[in-house]
């Protein structure tokens, strides 16, 4: 079969200087009956394993005979967040020129609601029980179709309202991601997270495909929007299926053909040959798990556990001053142990102390350290995955 390999330049931005920021994106275009899969990294600028995982995905993926579907690979999809230094530092979390000054991560848009707005005004938004009461007894091909479409209607409606007065930086970018992953069945955000270990964030539904990424550590997302994308991509999906429960009609999540998974790929601001192999060998072995290549898949053999987001522990710093580690990502903690010590090395000759240690609330295992020893009061230090279960397949 012929595949044709697209490389398209999209233009994201033009700055005061006329300097235009533009996003290389990377097609596979296989059989046209196959699935679409979509793939981005980098939409914080800190994290670039992700950019040599998609590198050298696109070298493995033209070395193949067949491709079921499309493919589509942003390895570097923020510019602006790639090319934010700060003293010669790595800091594009945000734009900190936006007048809403936000993580890039949390400003996707979720184009479903309980009811189809009235209101001709507001963003038209698909009213999930009004979709419902219409498909009661259609098809599952109808309804996927459908549904797909009124997404896609939904979307184009919010491009064009929120964009009356002109897009903020962040916004457009959420939007122009939404729109190059509307079609896609499967999904992919590579992220990383501080000095962490491998992990993955992902819904209950899609666990079943975790074994093919061989990343033990699962954090598994609720039912719940705070305007991550994968959480965007894949909650309209899961919130009909649970709007057609409630209306008495059973349809397995499996039939939609929908999956989305962050991929977290280690520490932040590092890079590694090996690692740049590895991490695009465990993508392709989920392409093949799901027929998008040819070959057999290989779920890797580990040991997987989960913990749910709610139980995701995020500690922030007591008090300011510089951090000394007594845990480090992938060791087991338990509740009263010390996950680090605060030197407040200012208190000397004073009452107060020199050392304050922040101790585990409850057992778990260290996920991820912040990267920086300096923090103020209030700052991020360390997640710790609690009330871990084994995961099983
Ligand atoms: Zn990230």
Known sequence: ?????????????????????????????????????????????????????????????????????????????????LDLKMNGMQVGYVDPNESVVGNFNR??????????????????????????????????????????????????????????????????????????????????????????????????????????????????????????FDEAMLLPWIRLRKAFQKAGREIPFSAFEREAFTLELGSADSIDRVMMDEDAERILNYLRHKGILDGSAQPVEMAYYKCLQRNYARYNAPTGGLVLWNKQPGER?????TLCTILCAYNRGTDEPTEM?????????????????????GMALCSVMTRVEDLKF
């Open 1 to 81: 079969m012929t595949i044709r390999f697209e490389r398209e330049l999209l233009l994201l931005r033009t700055l005061a200087s006329g300097a235009q920021l533009h996003v290389p994106i990377f097609r596979f275009i296989g059989d046209s009956n196959g699935k679409n899969v979509y793939i981005q990294a980098n939409i914080h600028g800190p994290e670039i394993a992700g950019i040599g995982a998609a590198h050298r995905l696109i070298d493995l993926l033209q070395q193949e005979s067949a491709i079921h579907g499309t493919i589509t690979v942003v390895p570097s999809i923020n510019p602006v967040g």
């Open 107 to 228: 400003v996707y848009q979720l184009l479903v609601t309980d009811k189809t707005p009235t209101d001709p005004e507001e963003v038209q938004k698909v009213g999930i029980e009004n979709f419902v009461a219409a498909y009661s007894h259609s098809d599952i091909q109808t309804i996927v179709h459908d549904f797909h479409a009124a997404l896609k209607e939904a979307l184009a409606d919010l491009r064009a309202k929120r964009g009356r007065e002109g897009l903020r930086f962040g916004l457009k970018l959420a939007i122009t991601i939404q729109e190059l992953a509307a079609d896609a069945h499967y999904i992919i955000d590579l992220h990383t997270a501080g000095i962490a270990q491998y992990h993955v964030f992902a819904f209950e539904e899609n666990l079943d495909a975790i074994p093919y990424f061989g990343i033990p550590a699962v954090i598994q997302l609720p039912d719940d929007f705070v305007g991550v």
């Open 333 to 337: 903690v338990r509740a009263g142990e």
């Open 357 to 377: 240690p922040v101790v585990a609330v409850e057992d778990g295992i260290v996920n991820n350290l912040v990267e920086s020893q300096v923090v103020h009061e």
